[in-house]
């Protein structure tokens, strides 16, 4: 693997990477890419989840060589809708500047694709997890903060809410989806997800499970915590977290994906929050 350094928001830096290196398929998985963030830097993630894929489409349509491109799409594109599960054909409607950003990237593979005859694929991703994830992210987010409980670091974990459901897979299992699309024969929209749908409650439940802690959930509103047999509370709820608007729920229909390109989710939710809460406690046990 070599590396080099570059900017979506720089077409020059990034039509000399491509030029240098020749490439036969380009992953696009660059973005600003937390919903809550991108609240406050709309700008920047405007610049560069949309704009930066306007870049790299108009130098693969001026390569003499043929270039697959795939985009990192995402099932907030979708909003709230009351139809579920969702899938390539449901209606777009983000919540978010990030949303919308990913959905103007989105339209442009599509007509860049049909413009100019250019192998670029969408993958619609629902939220794809692993130990990786970053810690500012929901589930990461969880799991640092009740392995910090956990071993003595910290007194408890605040979050924005409980109730938010999402379809969550695993990382690996999507990366392999990912390549899948590109060696597809032709450039196609997909949907990748469970067709399972949690709550940020059933995340935190598998934790604790693993733990073999036995927790309960008091109190309403913002005043609802989550409390273990001796009333200690280890996560509560601070609408400081809370998003100016925010997406209930997502479901996502894979079958497409299914038949086409013959991939389907390995990872359940509970094999998930082990992995991820045997890694955290891992390594907050070293700090």
């Known amino acids: 693997m070599f590396i080099f350094y570059g ?34 830097i709309p700008e920047y993630t405007t610049q560069v989840n ?20 795939y985009q990192a799409s995402t099932s907030e594109m979708f909003g709230n809708q009351n139809k579920m599960p969702l899938n390539e054909n449901s209606k777009m409607d983000p919540a978010s500047p990030y949303g919308v950003a990913k959905l103007y990237a989105y339209n442009i593979v599509r007509n860049y694709r049909e413009s100019y005859n250019i192998f670029a694929a969408n993958g619609i991703l629902f939220n794809h997890e692993s130990p990786l994830r970053g810690e500012n992210f929901i589930t990461r987010k969880i799991t640092i903060g009740i392995s910090e409980i956990f071993h003595g670091h910290k007194k408890n974990l605040e979050i924005g809410n409980f109730y938010s459901k999402r379809d969550w897979g695993h990382a690996k299992d999507y990366a392999e989806a990912i390549w899948r699309i590109l060696q597809h024969k032709k450039p196609l929209d997909l949907v990748i997800a469970t067709n399972k749908s949690y709550s940020i409650k059933d995340f935190i439940k598998e934790c604790f499970k693993f733990l073999k802690i036995n927790i309960r959930f008091v109190g309403k509103g ?16 601070n609408k400081k977290f809370k998003r100016p608007k925010d997406i209930n729920i997502l479901l996502g229909n894979p079958s497409l ?26 390594k907050v046990s070293l700090k």
């Not at 020059?12 to 963030?37: C, F, M, R, W």
């Not at 913002?222 to 509370?233: A, M, P, Q, S």
């Not at 038949?259 to 891992?282: P, Q």
């Open 7 to 40: 900017d979506l928001t720089d077409y020059s830096s990034l039509q000399n990477i491509i030029n240098k290196t020749q490439p036969d398929e380009i992953y696009n998985l660059g973005a600003q890419s937390h919903v809550q963030i991108s609240f406050e």
């Open 50 to 69: 949309a704009l930066g894929t306007l870049n790299l489409l108009n130098i693969i349509k001026n390569c003499k060589k043929k270039i697959k491109f």
């Open 222 to 237: 913002l005043n609802e915590r989550v409390v273990d047999k001796n009333g200690k509370t280890w996560i509560k709820i």
């Open 257 to 282: 994906a299914k038949k086409v390109i013959k991939w389907k989710n390995k990872t359940s939710l509970k094999e998930l929050a082990i992995e991820m809460m045997k890694e955290d406690l891992r």
